[in-house]
């Protein structure tokens, strides 16, 4: 059994059991995390399906981190509230994951030369990047939460400078951009010595 399957499978089973524990402890903010983590980590098999698009072992590892970190370590356990690192460690990470996807859609029309697939990857992971930026900010909209830290009242300042002249909102979307920028950009000099 590949490292990968059996990465899945036991990645797959403790949400499963995330779940689980969730629904008999009537902890349903938790359950609805971890149910949702459960989903979406079978995107990359998905997506090979439907779309033939094979994505790699590594950025799919990258994936599982970043969506178990901010979906359900973050979010329901607001472990963005607690770590003054964590946001941008999520968003360095999806810099890094989301450039192998980029790189495992620009790689399947074979035929293009190392430099237009390393840019595409680079150039996927940051338009991803901004969606979820956007999706955020909508989020905070409809659901009147914070997570772009630009509500005038918040209870964390761990996004924000004492001495930042910006509002927290600003500073939070920059930070994030910058990490998901360095993050892609690592991960695009790397790759250029395994395609």
Not at 11 to 16: G, Q
Not at 18 to 25: E, N, Q, R, T
Not at 100 to 106: L, M, P, V
Request: aromatic fraction near 18%.
């Amino acid at each position: 059994m590949k490292l990968l399957s059996l990465c899945e499978i036991i990645f797959r089973c403790a949400l499963f059991a995330l779940a689980v524990y969730h629904i008999f402890k009537r902890e349903f903010k938790f359950m609805k995390s971890a149910i949702l983590v459960l989903a979406l980590s079978f995107l990359p098999e998905l997506l090979n399906a439907v779309f033939k698009i094979r994505i790699d072992s590594f950025s799919i590892l990258v994936y599982f981190t970043i969506i178990f970190m901010a979906l359900y370590l973050g979010s329901s356990y607001r472990f963005y509230d607690k770590y003054k690192w964590w946001d941008r460690a999520i968003h360095f990470l999806s810099g890094i994951g989301f450039a192998g996807f980029g790189i495992a859609f620009a790689g399947t029309g074979s035929g293009f030369i190392k430099l237009v697939i390393l840019l595409f990857g680079f150039t996927f992971s940051v338009t991803l990047h901004v969606i979820w930026e956007v999706l955020e900010y909508i989020s905070d909209c409809i659901t009147h939460g914070n997570a772009q830290r630009w509500q005038k009242v918040h209870t964390s300042n761990n996004h924000v400078s004492e001495k930042a002249l910006q509002p927290a909102g600003l500073v939070d979307t920059m930070n994030d951009a910058i990490c998901c920028i360095t993050g892609a950009g690592l991960s695009i000099l790397v790759w250029w010595f395994f395609i």
